[in-house]
């Protein structure tokens, strides 16, 4: 948790936040780069928060860098998503609601698990994304890659 999140929660305790995002929509051909997350062990695209006065094309870059150690290269937008199916409630209960901007990317570089925020890594084709355990919403970003 950013410091920025948590001096919002030392004021408002568990309630809920909406928060901007970001997530990384990487490609390798028609497969696609998944992490499975610790905190709920659901396959989902890498991604996260956006911190005060960072631009958010930044952020994207900053979060597939912490939780994979690898670079990336933005190569489009492919879209902005929000509402219930972003809708997230942490092990320790605090309620988030997150608006994120997905963008297309390119890797650069060898990715591997955080081993804290991610434990397990993947390449999926969209049929194989359909049928795992996920977060539902990346469905919709999946469908909107051409």
């Known amino acids: ?3 920025y999140v948590q001096s919002i929660r030392a004021q408002i305790g568990h309630d809920f936040l909406l ?3 970001v997530t ?3 490609r390798d051909g028609e497969r696609f780069l998944l992490a499975r997350h610790a905190h709920s062990g659901l396959w989902s ?3 996260g928060g956006i911190e005060p006065d960072e631009e958010p094309s930044d952020a994207v870059a900053r979060e597939v860098f912490e939780e994979t ?3 990336i290269r933005i190569t489009g937008v ?3 998503y929000g ?3 972003l809708l997230v409630t942490y092990p320790n209960g605090d309620q988030v609601g997150y608006v994120t901007i997905a963008y297309e990317c ?3 570089s060898e990715a591997t698990p955080d081993l804290d925020e991610i434990i397990e890594l993947g390449w999926f084709s969209r049929e194989a994304i359909f049928t795992l355990p996920r977060r539902d919403w990346i469905d919709r970003v999946i469908r909107d890659c051409s």
């Open 83 to 85: 509402g219930e199916p």
């Open 45 to 47: 695209l890498i991604g």
């Open 19 to 21: 928060l901007p995002g």
């Open 69 to 71: 150690g690898a670079r």
């Open 106 to 108: 390119e890797l650069l």
């Open 78 to 80: 492919v879209g902005a």
């Open 1 to 3: 948790m950013s410091p």
């Open 24 to 26: 990384a929509v990487i």
